[in-house]
């Protein structure tokens, strides 16, 4: 199991950057590929970005453009570049880990707050 640890989220204004990181207690060669998502209160939970170790990125509609997602392979870290926040962005996020095994897990979230 993948023991996920999230950090930098936090209130930020309209227009603002916040950015995020996801530490996991694995080696690298154990994952398949990372990414972000988020939950809103009242809204199912979606995608916001993936990535694997490799470098292939994938983006939520809603955040292309300004949100870059990237890894730091020797920290087994990964991180999300938040800019050009919107109130709309407000969530919990979520940093997920898949395996080869194709083991999937979570971290326990951090709150992402845009104020307006």
């Known amino acids: 199991q993948v023991h996920l640890v999230e950090s930098g989220g936090g209130l930020v204004q309209a227009g603002g950057s916040l950015r995020l990181s996801c530490v996991a207690s694995?080696?690298?060669?154990?994952?398949?590929?990372m990414g972000w998502y988020r939950q809103a209160p009242g809204k199912q939970r979606e995608l916001v970005a993936t990535i694997t170790w490799g470098g292939i990125t994938n983006y939520g509609d809603s955040v292309k453009g300004r949100f870059t997602i990237s890894r730091e392979n020797a920290k087994v870290t990964m991180y999300l570049q938040m800019n050009n926040l919107k109130p709309e962005d407000t969530a919990v996020y979520y940093c997920?880990?898949?395996?080869?095994?194709?083991?999937?897990?979570w971290g326990q979230g951090t709150q992402v707050t845009v104020s307006s």
């Open positions: 997920k880990a898949v395996t080869y095994r194709l083991e999937v897990n």
């Open positions: 694995v080696s690298i060669a154990d994952i398949n590929y």
